[in-house]
């Protein structure tokens, strides 16, 4: 089991920017896959960004241009940089980590004011 601690959340303008990051306990080699999800009231939760280990990341259509997903291995930490955000970001973030299972963070909000 890997447990997940988010970070960085809070309350921005729009156009602003935030860097979300999610720390890792245990060994972050043992990762496969980690993701970025958000959740906003009465919607499903979504994905954001994923980085598979040695591999290219992908982005929701929303996101692409705007996020970045990156990974410090040496940090056993990954990071979501945000830029250009908007109000409809506003969401709470989660990170997971899939090894052969998936554990979840316990969320962090954003929320962009217009």
């Known amino acids: 089991q890997v447990q997940l601690v988010e970070s960085g959340g809070g309350l921005v303008q729009a156009g602003g920017s935030l860097t979300l990051s999610c720390a890792a306990s245990g060994s972050f080699r043992s990762i496969n896959r980690m993701d970025w999800y958000r959740q906003s009231p009465g919607k499903e939760r979504e994905l954001v960004a994923g980085l598979t280990r040695g591999g290219s990341p992908n982005y929701a259509d929303s996101v692409k241009g705007r996020f970045t997903i990156s990974r410090d291995n040496a940090k056993n930490t990954v990071y979501l940089q945000m830029n250009s955000l908007r109000p409809e970001d506003t969401a709470v973030y989660y990170c997971?980590?899939?090894?052969?299972?998936?554990?979840w963070g316990q969320g962090t909000q954003v929320t962009v004011s217009s």
């Open positions: 997971a980590a899939t090894t052969w299972r998936t554990d």
